[in-house]
Antibody
Framework: QVQLQESGPGLVKPSETLSLTCSVS????????WNWIRQPAGKGLEWIGR???????NYNPSLKSRVTMSIDAPKNQFSLKLTSVTATDTAVYYC?????????????WGQGTVVTVSS | DIQLTQSPSFLSASVGDRVTITCRAG??????LAWYQQKPGKAPRLLIY???TLQSGVPSRFSGSGSGTEFTLTISSLQPEDFATYYC?????????FGQGTKLEIK
């Protein structure tokens, strides 16, 4: 059974860089696209971007200038960096698998990690 | 970006009721639509993909329909565990976008 686990600092200072890692267990990271989604408290879901094992990425244009995703296939991990954060970046961040069997819908989600931007 | 508008945003219903949630896309998205259920403090759960295909393990009381710009999620007989927030998602074009959500509450 595939499981995803986000990790990283829960508190980031304004103007600094948010860094999160997602560890994948139960399957190879090389077979799928991997996404990051975020959700501010009490609000809806926002797609941040996705990455494939080749390093190919797609980012949300609204965040593209601040986002970098990377992948470490031997470690079965992928990562998110978001620069110059502000309070509006405070949210629960999810790492998510894009499933080709389900027409590229998002079929496996991590439990989410809360990131607060505050000094 | 392709905008998705869900209606209603809030829905109050009773156990055993049949409920329908609508998702309208700002432009045609063929059948590239998915539905998710989210409970408080939990990650979303995929219910339906390709507009009408039930994800493995999801109860058959959930169904989806539609194509193009109008889609529906129907729960045929509400169970206590179905009270949650529901989101539609389009996968036709990047960036992937979600509807604003429909909160289903107990009457």
């Amino acid at each position: 059974q595939v499981q995803l686990q986000e990790s990283g600092p829960g508190l980031v200072k304004p103007s600094e860089t948010l860094s999160l890692t997602c560890s994948v267990s139960g399957d190879s990271i090389s077979r799928y696209y991997w996404n990051w989604i975020r959700q501010p408290a009490g609000k809806g879901l926002e797609w941040i971007g996705r990455i494939y094992v080749s390093g190919s990425t797609n980012y949300n244009p609204s965040l593209k200038s601040r986002v970098t995703m990377s992948i470490d296939a031997p470690k079965n991990q992928f990562s998110l960096k978001l620069t110059s954060v502000t309070a509006t970046d405070t949210a629960v961040y999810y790492c998510v698998r894009e499933g080709p069997i389900v027409d590229d819908a998002f079929d496996v989600w991590g439990q989410g990690t809360v990131v607060t931007v505050s000094s | 970006d392709i905008q998705l508008t869900q209606s209603p945003s809030f829905l109050s219903a009773s156990v055993g009721d049949r409920v329908t949630i609508t998702c309208r896309a700002g432009q045609g998205i063929s059948s590239y639509l998915a539905w998710y259920q989210q409970k408080p403090g939990k990650a979303p759960r995929l219910l339906i993909y390709a507009a009408s295909t039930l994800q493995s393990g999801v109860p058959s009381r959930f169904s989806g329909s539609g194509s193009g710009t109008e889609f529906t999620l129907t729960i045929s007989s509400l169970q206590p565990e179905d009270f949650a927030t529901y989101y539609c998602q389009q996968l036709h074009r990047y960036p992937v976008t979600f509807g604003q959500g429909t909160k289903l509450e107990i009457k």
